[in-house]
Nanobody
Framework: QVQLVESGGGLVQAGGSLRLSCAASGRSNSIYAMGWFRQAPGKERECVAAISWSGRTTYYLDSVKGRFTISRDNAKNTVYLQMNALKPEDTADYYC????????????????????WGQGTQVTVSS
């Protein structure tokens, strides 16, 4: 089993920045792709960004391209989401997810492809 714990959420003004972290523990050497998802009240969950085990392949939701950056440090079993130029529409609960098998990049966006999930961290962007 793998446990994922997110941190770094909070309240920030529009235009500000936050850095989310997700630390994996347990059988973390079995993790392949990792992703950040978000869900706002009344909206569907969506994949904000995802990254391969090597870090060479990434995926970004169109609305966050150029503002968010996903990265990972396998030595620390941690994945990060740097969020800049935040907008009120970025307000949501953010969840970290990990796959336990190889995941084709074409499926990074799909939550059903991930096996482990964190409890989430709340991000609120005020206007």
């Amino acid at each position: 089993q793998v446990q994922l714990v997110e941190s770094g959420g909070g309240l920030v003004q529009a235009g500000g920045s936050l850095r989310l972290s997700c630390a994996a523990s347990g059988r973390s050497n079995s993790i392949y792709a990792m992703g950040w998802f978000r869900q706002a009240p009344g909206k569907e969950r969506e994949c904000v960004a995802a990254i391969s085990w090597s870090g060479r392949t990434t995926y970004y939701l169109d609305s966050v391209k150029g503002r968010f950056t996903i990265s990972r440090d396998n030595a620390k079993n941690t994945v990060y989401l740097q969020m800049n130029a935040l907008k009120p529409e970025d307000t949501a609960d953010y969840y970290c997810a990990a796959s336990r098998s190889y995941l084709r990049a074409a499926y990074y966006y799909s939550g059903s492809q991930y096996d482990y999930w964190g409890q989430g961290t709340q991000v609120t962007v005020s206007s």
